[in-house]
């Protein structure tokens, strides 16, 4: 599965409160989910299931659930920064058609706060939750995806080898994160 194909359904969560009853719905599902055994995805589930029976989310999230809509089988939260792009990556920047103004000084760039999946999810499928979380972000705007690895290790052999995220420039300030250019460049051809 590619970018933007879903094969599985999606149910989005929008930041702030959750409407009456979800949090008492979703909470079985949520204390069901068993992630992969790493420590980040631990730590996933358990954000999830605070925020969720607070009634209150910090981030807009996206649960991936299994066909007959009774488990979560994946998911992931998205926060909203602006960021001040490095010189050296403004060529990077400019080439890709999402951005409005390549010029800005500050652009939008969608931060994955958490992913995680289910022990029981198939293969690849955490290559295909990666990808719906870049699909949200190009389709919100985004110039990037920012992520902050939750170790060294995890940042190297996931976020650097797997899925070729970028380490921020010098000069980049804002940008403490590994990242990921959305956009497809330009390809003007006379």
């Known amino acids: 599965m590619g970018a933007g194909e879903r094969d599985y359904p999606v ?4 930041k702030g409160q959750l ?9 079985p ?5 068993e992630p992969l055994s790493f420590e980040a ?7 999830l299931e605070t925020s969720v ?3 209150s989310l910090g981030f807009d999230t996206y649960l991936a659930l299994s066909e007959d809509l009774l488990h979560i089988v994946g998911f992931f939260a998205l926060g909203e920064e602006e960021v001040e792009v490095a010189p050296g990556d403004l060529p ?7 951005i409005k103004n390549p010029n800005a ?6 931060k994955l706060v958490w992913i995680a999946r289910c022990q029981t999810s198939p293969p690849g499928f955490g290559n295909d939750l990666f990808d719906h979380a870049l699909v949200v972000a190009y389709e ?3 110039c990037a995806v920012m992520v902050e690895p939750y170790d060294e290790a995890t940042a190297k052999k996931l976020w650097l080898e797997h899925f070729e995220l970028r380490k921020p420039r010098d000069g980049a300030a804002d940008w403490r994160c590994l990242w990921y250019a959305l956009g497809q460049p330009y390809q003007d051809f006379c």
């Open 92 to 98: 990077i920047m400019q080439a890709r058609k999402v």
């Open 140 to 142: 919100a705007g985004g």
């Open 41 to 47: 995805a631990d730590k996933a589930k358990a954000w």
């Open 53 to 55: 029976s607070s009634g």
């Open 11 to 14: 149910f989005r969560l929008e």
């Open 105 to 110: 000084k500050r652009q939008r760039a969608l």
């Open 19 to 27: 409407p009456r009853g979800l949090a008492e719905h979703l909470t």
């Open 29 to 33: 599902m949520i204390r069901k989910f």
